[in-house]
């Protein structure tokens, strides 16, 4: 399969090379090239058939990333957004993942690890990293010390053991295969948990795990 990929950077000379990068994947396709936020939604707007993922710089002119992410998630929850920036700080990396990014990359990254976060978010529906991961579990350790909001009934235990499997990245094969239950059945409690939830996607389902100590604090590797 396929997967599709459009780009959203005011730089075309980096905006290019990120086409390439990608393009030269076989199991990768760049389907548009936008100049900024606007004219990607633009483009969305127009298409019957949408990309698969979404990889958009932050600071844009006319409409910045954070924004475009904020319109993606809310019409668009089905496709995967990277952010893709020279800020690495926590504050920007919370922020873009708070509004729903599906995933967090500087752009000195390595090419590899662009390709490899693409395909990630694709197959799982996020993809966060070591540095992304201790962002989010700052803020887990900051609520597990307040009164959390949900009971302990509020999941039960073996939709708590799906969704720490999800939060630590693992693939719907690999969890069935963990817990010794089908593939549908773990796409059943998936479901479950978004209805539970209220949120559209995986990406915000790991988000609002972790916000809300549902899961414990793990690590990733790098």
């Known amino acids: 399969m396929i997967i599709k990929v459009a780009l959203a950077d005011d730089e075309e000379l980096f905006r290019a090379g990120i086409a390439l990068i990608l393009s030269r994947d076989p199991e990768i396709e760049v389907v548009y090239q936008a100049e900024n936020g606007q004219q990607l939604l633009d483009f969305l707007e127009s298409q019957s058939d949408l990309p698969d993922i979404v990889v958009t710089d932050i600071k844009m002119p006319e409409l910045n990333g954070v924004e475009v992410t904020k319109v993606l998630r809310k019409k668009y929850p089905e496709i995967g957004v990277i952010a893709l920036t020279t800020y690495n700080t926590k ?6 993942i708070n509004v729903g990014a599906s995933a ?3 752009k000195n990254s390595a090419p590899a690890h662009m390709v ?9 529906g996020f993809y966060y990293d070591k ?3 201790e962002v989010l579990n700052t803020r887990h350790s900051k609520v597990s010390e307040e009164k959390s909001a949900y009971d ?5 235990d073996r939709e708590t053991e799906v969704l720490t499997l999800i939060c630590q990245q693992y693939t719907t094969a690999e969890i069935a295969e963990k817990l010794h239950i089908s593939p549908r059945t773990v796409e059943v409690h998936r479901k479950n948990l ?3 939830t209220a949120v559209k996607n995986i990406a ?4 609002f795990a972790i916000q809300n100590a549902l899961v414990a604090p793990f690590e990733v590797e790098a």
């Open 116 to 124: 490899h976060t693409v395909k990630q978010v694709f197959h799982n």
């Open 194 to 196: 978004l209805a539970k």
């Open 91 to 96: 504050p920007f990396i919370r922020n873009m």
């Open 152 to 156: 302990a009934d509020f999941l039960t």
């Open 204 to 207: 915000g389902l790991v988000v």
């Open 131 to 133: 540095y992304v991961m």
């Open 104 to 106: 967090y990359l500087v």
